[in-house]
């Protein structure tokens, strides 16, 4: 079997006498699109935000092709190969959309410079069905069309590994449909995601494996069908009631 992209082993968190994250240890394969799930406040963003360096590790280990990465800033992080979106979009409102996505060609794995950034950018506007709107100011954008800009702002760093956090949440049903075809196609180009989302047919779609989290701690861990039909996933989501 071929190593893992990315590991973690006893990654933890407190936040005073919170314990955020305790003890969660996965691996994630090579083009491999992992589901991270769990109930509002189970620890999801929080293990995104230690993967990418945003928050440091209590205790434990993340380790990027065997090698460790937790304890490394944010941006050492990126210019590895490790890129994420947010919750809440953060787009930079004194640039245009092409701008925006050069920032991500300048800071990443990859960079790029000059002409080259401004080439790719536009490149990558068009894979997430942005072509021509470069110039526009982020101001103007639709709901989705920020989302478009910041993922292209993130892929512009090339990244390997790609955190999604709710990157589909808010979107209408048609949108939805076509936010599904675009993560499935950044699989088929050949990077590695995990993504938290609660969109069940997302999960259902588009995850290989999804590992399950609740208060803070993994619960479970197996293929999408496997980890619903969990009773404990259930209990999780539902309380006792329904499980």
């Known amino acids: 079997m071929a190593a893992p992209v990315l590991s973690l082993r006893g990654v933890t968190k407190r936040f005073g006498g919170l314990t955020a994250v305790n003890a969660m240890g996965f691996d994630v394969s090579e083009h491999e699109v992992v589901g991270l ?12 935000n230690l993967i990418s360096g945003a928050l440091p590790l209590t205790s434990g280990q993340v380790s990027l092709w ?4 937790s304890g490394l800033p944010p941006q050492t992080i990126t210019r590895k190969g490790v890129s994420r979106t947010f919750q809440l979009v953060r787009l930079l409102p004194s640039m245009n ?3 925006n996505v ?7 794995h990859r960079r790029r410079w000059g002409g080259e950034a401004r080439d790719h950018a536009d490149q990558l506007l068009d894979q997430v069905g942005l072509g021509g709107k470069g110039d526009m100011a982020v101001g103007q954008l639709t709901y989705i069309d920020t989302k478009r800009v910041e993922l292209a ?12 956090d709710e990157w589909l949440a808010g979107l209408n049903p048609t949108e939805l449909q076509i936010g599904i075809g675009l993560i499935r196609s950044l699989r088929d180009e050949g990077r590695t995601v995990i993504l938290v989302e609660h969109v ?5 779609s588009l995850c290989d494996r ?3 989290m609740a208060a803070g701690s993994k619960i479970a861990e197996g293929t999408p069908t496997e980890v619903l039909s969990d009773k404990e996933v259930i209990r999780a989501y ?3 009631d329904d499980a």
């Open 37 to 48: 799930l769990g109930p509002n406040g189970s620890g999801k963003s929080t293990t995104l």
């Open 210 to 212: 999804c590992v399950v």
């Open 66 to 69: 065997g090698n460790r990465i």
């Open 200 to 204: 069940m047919d997302a999960i259902r």
């Open 102 to 108: 050069v920032a991500g060609a300048v800071f990443g």
């Open 153 to 164: 702002r993130t892929l512009a760093s090339d990244p390997k590994v790609l955190l999604l």
């Open 238 to 240: 539902l309380g006792d």
């Open 97 to 99: 959309v092409r701008e």
